[in-house]
């Protein structure tokens, strides 16, 4: 059956146990990873909370949604927020956590699982809202694909294998790529 935002948003939050999304307004569950998967996702998570300051930035690892669009909600795997995002949501037992403005960090992880449509739906989907910077981790081939935002609204795609990477957002921020796939 297709959903709606709002049936979406209800079903979501009647049942926090399992992690829905939404893609072409059908339900789909955000299956379960492997641990190199949610071994770096949380790690990341916590270099990124490390560096960033709590004032300015929440740090999301699989919590929270992004919205595509009307009919494509996403959990991303990492991803940062701005706190002035934070603001209607807080104190409300009655909302899903959902952002619609672009992020300035989003990251997706492959897994076996999910590997045959992060790139071609969630990383388009990523850029289609303008998220600054999108990242996909790779934990078995050891990189890092970052696609940055132009000044045009175009995206320029790096591939790193090793040292380290600094996302665009935050001067002095970085991330030591060796280190994170080392644990």
Known sequence: MVQTRQTFEETALADPDRYWELHDGLL????????????????????????????????????GRVRISAECYYIPDVFVVPIALTGPLRDRSDVLEVYSSPLPLVVEIWSP????????????????????EIWRIHPYERTLTAWRRQPAGTYA???????????????????????????
């Open 113 to 132: 699982s999910t590997g045959s449509y992060d790139i071609d739906e969630k990383v388009a989907g990523h850029q289609r809202r303008g998220d600054l």
């Open 28 to 63: 789909r569950e955000k299956p379960g990873m492997t641990f190199a998967h949610n071994h770096l996702a949380f790690n990341l998570g916590y270099l990124l909370r490390e560096q960033l300051d709590r004032e300015d930035y929440e740090i999301r690892v699989d919590a």
């Open 157 to 183: 795609e790096t591939i790193f294998r090793g040292g380290s990477i600094e996302p665009v957002e935050w001067l002095g921020t970085s991330i030591d790529l060796d280190s994170l796939f080392d644990g």
